[in-house]
């Protein structure tokens, strides 16, 4: 099926010439004879407007241009009278594909987002969706690329594991054991040994673990994968299932860390003012008015780094001029995403990475500072978003990580592997993980992760 994708036939000029295009009906409208269609296939938020008379085709084929078609359309390309078009289709012929009657579910302009999350296996073609998908591929490509351009090597970590790299136990556990008869020891423990990997494995949280044993060999990797979280947050910010990407790299310290997380965040959010012009300029047009804006505006300073603990006394000081949080914000206390955007959005007004938190709120492998008691995390918070980027420098010394292995109560049975890499020819190293959809979010300036990834799991809804 030979066809001119809309994309190239808006920049097409040989007018006079005979065009075939293929897609879908977004709108038909029409007078004294003539009808009018707006036609999109997906390649562009642009549609392609067909021109045709009545009198040329039969009843049956004209009552069937109806929103949500499918057509194929041959005709002549010509130069547009309209403004806003370089050129139209004056069609010849037209074939209704694909009829689509008035239950189509996305009839009416203007449905809310909530009603778009009911019926996510048709929203991919509405415009926003259209807009948002296209940025998401090309954010994938601009990920891809930037690593490529760097000299990081695409790692590919399991989806299956029997370890818990976040250490906070929400994961979700993979068997092919029969729930309904389920045997246990003298305990009331579950035995695994008759299970599909004879041990409990689960879905990874995150591929840093096993990308760290990869960083240690090959110098420089990322990880760009799904991970999976069972933590029953309702919020516009978590999924279930989300992807993630994690660069680990040898030989790096926190100021390296930083400057990576800093350069390739930049490195995207230019690469979609640079690539999705079109589709940026839809969604500042229709979504939020201040989209490009901001964009550009990450672009333009250099991230603040702050150590936790200065994070802390700003918040302080604010609670004490009467700044109200619905959370506590004492030293040692996590940062709630209020927390978080009132110091990027209000305070600085700029991207802040912050640094060197309370070992008891972070993670196992994270590197000590001297202090004993905070550890070299350099999580990046966003305006919008608030966290986007989670990364650390890694404990590569044994007897500390193990210390706080240890300290932690963890077993390390299934981590011996893991602890390899510190017995033998350990290296310095750092890394981190940055969350696909939240910068979607961002690039978007979409406000609900829900809608920014094609088929969002959440707690209590696993649909399509
Ligand atoms: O901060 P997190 O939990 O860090 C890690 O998993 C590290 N192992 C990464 C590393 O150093 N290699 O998660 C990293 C990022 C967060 O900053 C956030 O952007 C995103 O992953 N994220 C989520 N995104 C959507 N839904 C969720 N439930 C998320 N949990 C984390
Ligand atoms: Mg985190």
């Given amino acids: 099926m030979k066809r001119t994708k809309v994309i190239d036939a808006l920049k097409r000029t040989d007018f006079g010439s005979e065009i075939t295009v293929m897609g879908w009906v977004r709108s038909k409208r029409g007078s004294k004879g003539i009808f009018f269609i707006a036609l999109n296939d997906g390649s562009t938020i642009k549609n392609v407007q067909i021109v045709g008379e009545d009198q040329n085709f039969d009843e049956e084929t004209v009552k069937q241009i109806t929103t ?67 940025i998401r591929h090309n954010m994938a490509m601009a990920i891809h690329t930037y690593f490529y351009e760097h000299g990081f090597y695409y790692f590919h970590t399991p989806l299956i594991t029997a370890s818990d790299c976040e250490g906070a136990g929400n994961m979700f556990q993979v068997t092919t054991k029969n729930l309904y008869d389920l045997r246990k020891d003298e305990e009331g423990k579950i035995i695994y040994d008759d299970d599909f990997f004879g041990q409990q494995a689960s879905l ?27 933590e029953n947050s309702n919020t516009p910010r978590h999924l279930a299932e989300f992807w993630m990407i994690e660069p680990e790299m040898a030989f790096y310290d926190k100021e390296d860390l930083m400057d990576l997380e800093e350069d390739f965040i930049k490195y995207c959010v230019r690469w979609a003012l640079d690539n999705c012009r079109d589709d940026l300029e839809f969604l500042n047009k229709m979504v939020d008015k201040t989209l490009i804006e901001r964009l550009e505006g990450v672009l333009q300073e250099a991230f603040v780094r702050l150590p936790y603990t200065q994070g802390i006394e700003i918040l302080k000081e604010a609670v004490a001029k009467g700044r109200k949080f619905e959370f506590p914000c004492e030293w040692g206390d996590d940062l709630a995403s209020e927390h978080e955007r009132y110091l990027v959005e209000e305070y600085f007004k700029k991207p802040v990475i912050m640094t060197d938190y309370p070992k008891e709120i972070k993670a196992f492998y994270m590197k000590l500072n001297e202090d004993g008691r905070t550890m070299q995390g350099t999580d990046v918070l966003f305006p919008q978003i608030g966290e986007i980027i989670g990364g650390s420098v890694r404990e590569e010394n044994y007897g500390k990580l193990m210390n706080e292995i240890n300290r932690r109560g963890m077993e390390t049975e299934k981590l011996e592997w893991y602890l390899d890499t510190r017995r033998w020819g350990s290296c310095p190293h750092a890394g981190f993980g940055l969350g696909f959809e939240r910068l979607i979010l961002f690039v978007t300036g979409m406000q609900n992760i829900r809608d920014v990834i094609p088929f969002p799991r959440t707690p209590k809804n696993c649909e399509f």
């Fill in 68 to 134: 949500g078609a499918c057509l194929r359309v041959v005709g002549t390309l010509v130069e547009s009278p309209a403004a806003g078009q370089a050129s139209e289709i004056q069609a010849g012929e037209i074939e209704v594909l694909g009829p689509c009657d008035n239950t189509y579910p996305l009839q009416k302009k203007g449905a809310s987002w909530e009603y778009l999350r009911t019926v996510a296996h048709m929203r991919p073609r509405t415009n926003t969706f259209g807009a948002i998908l296209r």
């Fill in 204 to 230: 990874t949280v995150s591929g840093q673990l096993e990308g760290e044993l990869g960083a240690t060999a090959l110098g420089q990797i990322y990880t760009f994968g799904p991970t999976f979280r069972a």
